[in-house]
């Protein structure tokens, strides 16, 4: 049996067993089905606002505290600078309305004896420079210290990306800042 041309290509079209001729376009969201009602520019984007919305409203309200994360890191460790920078800040940016996270920028130093030195770190004198300002950081911005250190943390160079910030953020006396380090 010899098909004719137009028969041929309503052949094809129904082909996907349906008995539609409708193709099955793919959705123009370019997010990930678990992500389509994290905004309300997204749900737009992905045409899916009033799922959304009827999800958010059927959704019970329960107050659950944030999950705690405690990163004893060190400032120019290259694998802490990786996590930091690959990892943790990647996530907490997807996640920070159920995650609150503390960084602790002291890591493998250890205190020692003597007033004039009072630390040694594992990457040198410049690491304990670099967790100290770290640590003014962490203990001057509370909320926003996690976007400052990534940006520190991503940079060729921790202890240069720190300048700019020496202007904005007054720094405290270095004894006070000394102790920052041991109370954390």
Not at 98 to 123: D, R, W
Request: one cysteine or more; proline letters at 11%.
């Amino acid at each position: 049996m010899k098909l004719s041309a137009p028969l041929a290509l309503l052949f094809l079209l129904c082909a996907d067993g349906s008995g539609s001729a409708v193709s099955h376009p793919k959705p123009p969201c370019r997010y990930p089905p678990s992500q389509w009602c994290r905004s309300l520019e997204i749900a737009i984007e992905c045409k899916v606002q009033k799922q959304c919305m009827e999800v958010n409203a059927t959704r019970p309200n329960q107050a659950v505290p944030p999950v705690s994360v405690t990163l004893y890191y060190e400032s120019l460790c290259p694998a802490c600078r990786v996590f930091i920078t690959q990892q943790l800040f990647p996530t907490w940016t997807m996640l920070q309305d159920i995650m609150a996270v503390t960084l602790v920028p002291y890591g493998n130093a250890k205190e020692l004896p003597s007033p004039n030195s009072p630390f040694t770190c594992q990457h040198g004198e410049p690491e304990c420079r670099g967790n100290l300002i770290e640590a003014c950081i962490i203990h001057l911005t509370r909320h926003s210290s996690l976007q400052i250190i990534y940006c520190m943390e991503s940079a060729a160079d921790v202890l240069n990306a720190a300048k700019p910030l020496c202007p904005v953020v007054s720094v405290p006396p270095a004894l006070r800042s000394l102790r920052l380090l041991v109370e954390r």
